[in-house]
C-alpha cells in the first residue's frame, strides 16, 4: 500500500503541464484529456443488490398533480429544508430527486462540523445544525444520524492567526459555544501525535464533531414524511413551468419532469453542483462555479482513536478523525475546475490528481509526522460547487417569483444545512428571515455579474484559494476587478486613488501619497502557468491593510488635518464635560 511520502514524492517527479496560450485554468495536471468519472464500490452495491435499474423502472412513488413546495435536490440542504417546511405545518411538501439521496456531492463529503467562524450569523447556523443532528432528530425519530463529538482544534503557527482565534474565542463566549486556547504544551497533552514545534498556540473547541451524510439526510427524510411530506426518487426535473400574472410579474407555476409535471407556486433550488442548469430551466441566473474537492483516507494509525478533528489553516489542511485512521483534505491555489457538469453524474468520483494534491500531504506530515510511514486505503475526489465570495446563494430570486436558491455551499452544505435549511423554510412561509441574511441572500449580486461568465469564474477560484486566509476587516478582492468603472477612474487612478471593490464597481477608497496603485488583472495566484504579480504597488498596498487594528490608511487620512483635529476633538471633549458638570451642580442645588 502506497504511504504519504511515496505519495509526495510521486508527485513532485510527475512532469508539469505546460502552460496555458491563454490565462485560465487547466482541466487537469499530469494526465492527458478531461478527467474521467470513476464509479466507486458504494453506487455498486446500491445498483447491484437491486437488479434492474431503479432509473429505468421510474420514479420511486407516484407524482402528486399539485404541491405547494417542491425542493429539487436530495442533499444536505434539499434534506434540511423539506424537514423544516414540515415542521412549519407546510403540508404538501414535495422532494425530488434525480438519482437516490446524497447521490451528488453530498454523499462522499468529509461531514465536519466547526461551531466557530468569523461571522455570528454563521456560528447561530452551525449551533442549529448541530442541535437538529446531535440531539433533535433523534428524539423525533429514535434513529442515530451518526454524530460523532470528537471535538475541534484549531492550529495558530503565527501571532496573527492566534489572535483571530481568541477573537473566535470571544464570539464563542457571547453564543454559549465552550472553547478554549491552549499553549503548544496543552496541545501536545490533548493531541500527542501532533507536531507542536512550530506552533504559536491552538483553539480547542471540544463539542465540535463529525456527521454521517447517509444517516442524516436518511433521519431528516423520515421525520419530514411522518409530518406529511414526501420523498420522490428518481425523478428528474426537466423544466420549471413560468407563468406572468396580471401586473406582468414572473411566477412560478409547475416543475415539470420525465414521469409528469406537479403545479406549484413556490420551488426550491437545492440540486448543488446542478443549481444553475436547474436556474436556466426557469430563467435564473446562478453565479457558481463547479470544482473538483479531494481527501484522501489513511489507514490504521496507531494512537489516533478519539483525538479532535484538526484545521491547520495556514497550512490550508485539515485531518478527519475516521475511526483508527485520518481524512486528509485542504484546498490548493490550483484547483480543477469541472467545465462540463454531467446531469447523469451520481454516486460517482474523479481520479485524484496528485500533482495538484501534494500540497496537503506535506502540511498533513508536518503537523502528524507519523503519516509519513502510514499507507493510504482510499482516495476521494468529487464535485463540489463555490460561489464568488464564498457565501451561499439563498433567498427568492429576483427574477422569478416563488423561485428559492439554496445552493453554492462552498463544501459546507452539511454544516450550514441545518441552520440554512431551517431559514429558507422561514423565508418561504413568512417572508424575509428575521437574522440577518444579507450576506447570503442572492440579490447581493447585481444582475450584470450574475451572468458574467470571468467575474464568476475569478471570483469563485479566490474564495476556494483563499478559504482559510485570515479573514480581515479591510480585506479586497484582486479576482474580477475593473468590471465596472465610471467616467473619472482614469483622472483619479492618476491622482494616487486607491479603489475598492463594490457589486463590481471600482469605488474610490483612499489617496496613496505615493502615486497610482491600479488594479492588474487576476494572476490566479501563480496557478494554472500564470505568472504572479511582481511589484505590483495596488497588491502591496492591499498587504499593509490587515491588522485587525486601524489599517495604515487611516494615518494618511489624518494627516492633512493633524493635530488641529485632534485638538479639536478633545476641545469638544472638554466642552462636553464641562456641560454635564454644570447640569449636576444645578440639578444638586
Known amino acids: 500500500m502506497a504511504s504519504l511520502i511515496r505519495a509526495l514524492r510521486v508527485a513532485t517527479t510527475c512532469p508539469r503541464s505546460s502552460p496555458a496560450q491563454a490565462p485560465g485554468p487547466r482541466s487537469m495536471a499530469c494526465t492527458v484529456g ?82 466557530l467562524r468569523p461571522s455570528d450569523v454563521e456560528v447561530e447556523l452551525l449551533a442549529h445544525t448541530r442541535r437538529v443532528v446531535s440531539r433533535d432528530l433523534e428524539e423525533e425519530t429514535g434513529l442515530h444520524t451518526g454524530w460523532i463529538q470528537n471535538g475541534g482544534l484549531f492550529i495558530a503557527s503565527n501571532r496573527q492567526r492566534l489572535d483571530e482565534y481568541k477573537r473566535l474565542m470571544s464570539l464563542g463566549k457571547a453564543y454559549g459555544v465552550e472553547s478554549h486556547v491552549l499553549s503548544p504544551a496543552e496541545t501536545k497533552v490533548l493531541y500527542p501525535l501532533m507536531n507542536v514545534d512550530d506552533l504559536y498556540g491552538t483553539l480547542y473547541v471540544p463539542h465540535d464533531g463529525t456527521m454521517d451524510p447517509a444517516g442524516t439526510c436518511t433521519t431528516l427524510t423520515r421525520a419530514a414524511a411522518a409530518r406529511g411530506a414526501q420523498v420522490i426518487e428518481n425523478c428528474p426535473v426537466t423544466g420549471i413551468r413560468v407563468r406572468t400574472d396580471d401586473f406582468g410579474v414572473r411566477r412560478v407555476a409547475a416543475v415539470e419532469t420525465e414521469h409528469g409535471s406537479i403545479q406549484t407556486p413556490c420551488v426550491v433550488n437545492c440540486a448543488g453542483v446542478w443549481a444553475s442548469a436547474v436556474g436556466r430551466m426557469a430563467g435564473v441566473k446562478v453565479p457558481l462555479v463547479a470544482m473538483h474537492h479531494a481527501y484522501v483516507v489513511t489507514e490504521r494509525i496507531e494512537g489516533i482513536q478519539n483525538m479532535p478533528n484538526v484545521r491547520d489553516h495556514d497550512a490550508s489542511v485539515y485531518l478527519r478523525l475516521q475511526g483508527d485512521a485520518l481524512s486528509v483534505g485542504g484546498y490548493e491555489a490550483n484547483p480543477i475546475f469541472w467545465e462540463d457538469v454531467s446531469d447523469k453524474f451520481a454516486f460517482g468520483l474523479f481520479d485524484l490528481d496528485w500533482d495538484v494534491f501534494t500540497q496537503h500531504i506535506e502540511g498533513a506530515i508536518n503537523r502528524v509526522p507519523v503519516l509519513e510511514k502510514t499507507g493510504i486505503k482510499s482516495t476521494v475526489c468529487g464535485p463540489e460547487s463555490f460561489t464568488p465570495d464564498h457565501k451561499p446563494l439563498m433567498g427568492e430570486a429576483p427574477e422569478l417569483r416563488g423561485f428559492f436558491l439554496g445552493c453554492g455551499f462552498n463544501s459546507a452544505g452539511m454544516m450550514l444545512g441545518g441552520g440554512c435549511g431551517q431559514e429558507l423554510a422561514h423565508w418561504i412561509v413568512h417572508g424575509r428571515p428575521e437574522k440577518d441574511m444579507y450576506s447570503y441572500d442572492i440579490r447581493r449580486f447585481h444582475h450584470s455579474l450574475t451572468d458574467h461568465r470571468r467575474w464568476i469564474r475569478e471570483r469563485s477560484h479566490e474564495s476556494y484559494a483563499k478559504n482559510y486566509s485570515v479573514v480581515f476587516p479591510h480585506d479586497e478582492p484582486l479576482a474580477g476587478r475593473n468590471m465596472r468603472r465610471d467616467p473619472l477612474h482614469e483622472e483619479l487612478l492618476g491622482r494616487g486613488c486607491v479603489f475598492q471593490e463594490r457589486h463590481g464597481w471600482e469605488r474610490p477608497g483612499w489617496f496613496n501619497l505615493q502615486g497610482a496603485a491600479p488594479v492588474l488583472d487576476y494572476d490566479y495566484y501563480g496557478a494554472y502557468g500564470n505568472q504572479v504579480h511582481k511589484d505590483c504597488a495596488y497588491n502591496k498596498l492591499l498587504g499593509d491593510e490587515y491588522p485587525f487594528d486601524f489599517p495604515p490608511h487611516h494615518d494618511v487620512l489624518l494627516k492633512p488635518v493633524g493635530l488641529l483635529a485632534l485638538e479639536d476633538v478633545r476641545a469638544r471633549r472638554r466642552c462636553q464635560l464641562g456641560c454635564v458638570a454644570s447640569r449636576s451642580l444645578r440639578k444638586g442645588a
Not at 474521467?36 to 398533480?65: C, D, F, M, N, Y
Not at 413546495?69 to 417546511?85: A, E, P
Request: net charge positive; with cysteine.
Open 34 to 115: 478531461p478527467t474521467t468519472e470513476k464509479k466507486v464500490p458504494h453506487q455498486r452495491i446500491l445498483k447491484e443488490t437491486q437488479g434492474p435499474s431503479v432509473v429505468a423502472q421510474g420514479p420511486s412513488r407516484p407524482l402528486p398533480s399539485t404541491a405547494n413546495v417542491v425542493v429539487i435536490g436530495g442533499g444536505s440542504v434539499g434534506c434540511q429544508t423539506l424537514y423544516h417546511l414540515a415542521k412549519l405545518g407546510v403540508g404538501g411538501a414535495v422532494l425530488l430527486e434525480r438519482d437516490r439521496l446524497t447521490s451528488g456531492t453530498t454523499w462522499h463529503t468529509a461531514g465536519l462540523l466547526w461551531q
